[in-house]
């Protein structure tokens, strides 16, 4: 095996690990708790501790050696699941999940930085990618990506249910000690030559946000990359407030955990179609197609009550998303030095990622107060309803079609910007000339 595929095997196993976890804290506490407060809470933490750490992370890995700093990732994880594991072990009020208690949430909050240390691993990983693999075979690089997330995604998705039924928090942690302590073993034996250039061993060790700023302005048309990725990002957090309140008011929770099973390998079959066909010419452009299509998928699945629609709709969605994600990866691997690739990695996942806590926080309670009385016996129902249908589902669905559409009206702005045509000339000029930042 090369050292790119010894990473992507161990980076399997380290994201599975983590968002088992991160899957099994959501479930468990929400049935030791029964509170939907707990578990919002759960996600918005996480989503504002991921956003906020990015720059940092990306900083740590442009100083330190890659490999390495995925190994720092992996004993993090490890000292937080056990630190989580011996309160648990220590304290009554965590096993009871008494939901005033300060030291569940310090449970709560262990645990979860184990995983998000695990974002060092993410930030890593696309940088080891421009060092490994040549300029030309990127885009299929970062297809096999796709594919191990969407073997992580859909194993995540089968066990975490199964963990907590059959062992709760403590098979969970014990098991993610063991494996994060595995995949830090095996990167030690992992050897990859990262030679570094002068430039960016003059650098000082810090987080330099000024200058990952004016590196990401210098490249024209990034910025606005970025921000388009964000605004995709806040309409895309629509669907992790009410997807699965909208699957559960069509089926039962055991069919659609099923559904999700199934249509999750649509991460690994686009993965594996982005692995032999790449991208294309120009990934931007592939962007913006995948992200118009997106949006028109998001539009209309919803449109009437229909389970085989819901499922074909998450089906292409699943299928559509790591495009879009190895579409900006491979373009930024290209336009961005690669002394400065952490740092602008985690910029980008920072701006991007700070939009969803805005739509998680809101969306839910946007759509429960408004939306729900809308079409329920408001005005929405007697406009609408006999043939868009009546009731709190139909609610939520027209909130995934209003997203839907404002995503295409946004998709067709950028196709029609300057910002669009700037990046994408960027990219066919081929910077790798980092002489250009």
């Not at 000690?177 to 250039?197: P, T």
Request: charged share 10%.
């Amino acid at each position: 095996m090369q050292p790119f595929h010894h990473l992507l095997a161990n980076n399997l196993v380290a994201n599975v690990t983590n968002f088992t976890v991160w899957f099994a804290l959501t479930f468990w506490t929400f049935l030791e708790t029964q509170s939907v407060f707990a578990t919002g809470m759960i996600a918005g933490i996480y989503l504002v501790l991921t956003a906020a750490l990015g720059i940092w992370f990306g900083s740590l890995v442009d100083h330190h050696g890659k490999r390495v700093m995925m190994i720092v990732s992996s004993l993090a994880s490890c000292t937080f699941y056990a630190l989580a594991l011996g309160g648990y072990a220590l304290d009554p009020s965590i096993r009871a999940a008494e939901i005033s208690s300060p030291t569940l949430w310090l449970f709560i909050l262990a645990s979860m930085f184990g995983m998000i240390v695990g974002n060092i691993r993410m930030i890593a990983l696309p940088t080891l990618v421009t060092l490994l693999v040549p300029e030309d075979r990127r885009d299929k690089a970062n297809g096999l990506v796709g594919v191990v997330s969407g073997i992580g995604f859909l194993t995540t998705s089968a066990i975490s249910g199964f963990l907590v039924a059959w062992g709760g928090m403590v098979a969970t942690l014990a098991i993610a000690i063991a494996l994060s302590l595995l995949v830090a073993l095996h990167l030690s034996f992992v050897r990859i030559d990262e030679a570094r250039a002068s430039t960016e061993e003059a650098e000082p060790h810090r987080i330099d946000l000024a200058g990952t700023f004016r590196v990401v302005l210098a490249i024209p048309g990034l910025f606005a990359l970025i921000l388009f990725s964000c605004f995709n990002n806040l309409l895309g957090g629509v669907f992790m407030a009410l997807m699965d309140a909208y699957g559960l008011s069509l089926m039962k929770v055991e069919e659609w955990g099923m559904l999700w099973a199934v249509t999750s390998t649509a991460f690994i079959l686009s993965g594996a179609v982005i692995a032999r066909t790449g991208l294309g010419a120009n990934p931007i452009r592939t962007l913006l197609f995948v992200c118009l299509a997106e949006w028109i998928v998001a539009a209309i699945f919803t449109i009437q009550s229909s389970i085989p629609l819901l499922a074909i709709g998450c089906f292409l969605w699943l299928f559509l998303g790591p495009y879009a994600e190895a579409a900006e990866q491979t373009a930024l691997q290209k336009v961005v030095p690669y002394e400065r690739q952490g740092r602008v990695f985690g910029f980008a996942q920072s701006v991007e990622l700070a939009a969803s806590p805005l739509t998680a926080f809101l969306i839910a309670p946007l759509t429960q107060f408004v939306f729900v009385p809308f079409m329920t016996d408001g005005a929405g129902a007697a406009a609408i309803g006999d043939w868009f249908g009546r009731g709190p589902e139909r609610g939520i669905a027209l909130v995934f079609t209003i997203t839907g559409l404002l995503g295409v009206v946004l998709t067709i702005i950028a196709f029609r910007s300057r910002a669009y045509r700037q990046i994408s000339a960027a990219y066919a000029a081929g910077a790798d000339s980092t002489a250009t930042a």
